[in-house]
């Protein structure tokens, strides 16, 4: 698996993605119903205008997920991924944020990597729960996101490296 850096012609795949998340619930307020235009527009403005990082994970030829750094302030980034459904429970996902998270923090040093799940998305949450995130209690006050909290629907975690996971013990 490598990984690539997002482009405009990556747009078909994203909105895909984004359709078969959407229906199945995994997003929080998305409508599938986007049109591929619509959906440039809005790859555009993420790859030219916001300080947004998009990799798309491959194998071989064959595209299969995305990562996507939102972010947030100061060094800080909120992280959400997406794959295929045809390539669910093979490991992709979790390799995929592995490989991201390791170039994101390589080129960028953010300060602090977020993320929010809904709750029902608990393959989503496995994924990141492998990848060293840990569930934390959101405070508006001390944490920020990207994306509107729910604290009805969302969970929120944060990453953290594995040589401060083991200083912290």
Request: hydrophobic residues 30%.
């Amino acid at each position: 698996m490598k990984l690539i850096n997002c482009n405009l012609s990556d747009a078909k795949l994203l909105l895909k993605i984004h359709r078969e998340s959407a229906s199945k619930g995994y997003l929080r307020s998305a409508s599938p119903n986007h049109s591929l235009k619509t959906f440039k527009l809005w790859l555009r403005y993420k790859l030219f205008i916001s300080k947004s990082k998009i990799f798309i994970g491959k194998i071989k030829n064959y595209k299969f997920g995305y990562t996507r750094f939102d972010y947030i302030y100061k060094k800080n980034y909120e992280v959400s991924i997406g794959i295929l459904s045809k390539n669910y429970n093979q490991g992709l996902g979790t390799k995929l944020l592995e490989l991201s998270i390791k170039k994101f923090t390589k080129i960028y040093k953010p300060k602090k990597i977020v993320c929010l799940i809904i709750k029902t998305n608990k393959r989503s949450e496995q994924c990141f729960k492998k990848n060293n995130f840990k569930l934390i209690k959101f405070n508006k006050r001390k944490h920020k996101t990207h994306n509107k909290m729910n604290l009805q629907k969302d969970n929120y975690f944060e990453y953290f490296e594995r040589n401060k996971l083991n200083k912290m013990k």
